[in-house]
């Protein structure tokens, strides 16, 4: 295998996802040696030689049972320096959902912007560059870091995913909160295109103090429209219900909910609300527990990998064989 072809490794719980990656490629996953001692320590190393190579890792920064996303990132952190140790020529790290995103600038006196921490970390461990997928803010990502930063959007794939549940009828985009209109705008474009007609735009104001919202004023017509609530993830899915709440006294038709990061951190109850007919988010977090709803047409789970296997073939100059090596569905 030439030498200029990237390595790619992937840590335990990152791996069905890597896999679907290399699958796209053509390139097999390597393998990480990982041992959790006795007293909660841990160690790992990649068991194929990395001198000279470039290498790809991919990691998810999200908390699951068993492991936080400190574990998650610490481990990250050991593999990235003893890939560099043994003599990578260039490292670049796939987390399509990073960590401490939505921390990236102080709210009051002597706080921390994490997300700056974030990269700091990353870069000590001699990570030459990072791709991440719809961060919360393009800017906040572009101060943090020093190295090279790719942020992938999923406009074209959610307006994609939005083909199931188009009616005919009209359609209007809206933001939950005022910071993300520029990405439902993005998406907003993207739907125009794939569908050939004309959407409408709106948005929902929200206000955050500590862990109190307020706000739900809704600016834009929505009377008579399925509307497409786009947000970059979902949390505990309350300002999803406070937008759908605003659209759906404001005479919505239909209300879907999209979003790339499916958290869900107080579970799957947002999936059953009677305000939403559906909801989409992509594959970055695994997601247990879904397949009534999936059954049912309310979920929609994007597929990502290819996506992801197209900017690491631009990147290294491979063929791309997503023909031949199709991913399985999400």
């Known amino acids: ?40 320590e841990y160690k790992c190393h990649p068991l194929e030689p990395v001198a000279g190579r470039p290498v790809v890792v991919f990691a998810g920064l999200y908390a699951e049972p068993g492991l936080s996303v400190h574990d998650k990132l610490c481990r990250l952190l050991f593999l990235c320096s003893s890939i560099k140790d043994a003599g990578a020529s260039h490292l670049l790290v796939v987390s399509p959902y990073l960590c401490y995103s939505r921390k990236e600038r102080r709210i009051q006196a002597q706080d921390q912007v994490i997300s700056r921490y974030i990269a700091t970390l990353l870069e000590a461990s001699r990570v030459d560059s990072l791709i991440t997928m719809e961060a919360h803010n393009q800017a906040a990502l572009d101060n943090a870091f020093r190295i090279p930063t790719v942020n992938l959007e999923n406009a074209r ?51 955050r103090r500590d862990e109190t919202l307020s706000g739900g004023m809704l ?39 999209m979003a790339t990061h499916g958290l869900f951190t107080e579970g799957t109850g947002l999936l059953e609300s009677p305000l939403l007919q559906g909801v989409a988010i992509s594959d970055s977090v695994p997601l247990p527990g879904v397949e009534r709803a999936l059954k049912a047409g309310r979920l929609i ?9 197209a900017t690491l073939v631009a990147r290294y100059g491979l063929i791309h064989n997503a023909d031949v090596h199709k991913s399985p569905s999400a």
Do not use: N
């Not at 840590?11 to 007293?39: C, K, M, Q, S």
């Open 1 to 40: 295998m030439s030498r200029d072809i990237p390595l790619l490794f992937a840590l335990h719980e990152a791996r069905p996802f890597a896999e679907r990656v290399a699958r796209h490629l053509g390139i097999p996953l390597g393998t990480v040696a990982e041992r959790t001692y006795e007293d909660g």
């Open 157 to 207: 794939l959610f307006a994609e995913g939005f083909i199931a549940w188009d009616d005919g009828g009209p359609v209007v985009v809206a933001s939950p909160d005022l910071g993300g209109i520029k990405r439902a705008e993005l998406f907003r474009q993207a739907l125009e295109v794939r569908l050939g007609r004309a959407i409408g735009h709106a948005c929902v104001e929200k206000y």
């Open 219 to 257: 600016v834009g017509e929505v009377e008579g429209c399925t509307v497409i609530l786009l947000d970059d993830l979902i949390s505990t899915g309350s300002t999803l219900l406070r937008a759908a709440q605003a659209c759906h006294a404001g005479g919505a038709r239909r209300i879907f909910a």
């Open 301 to 309: 789970v994007v597929d990502t990998a290819e996506s992801i296997a």
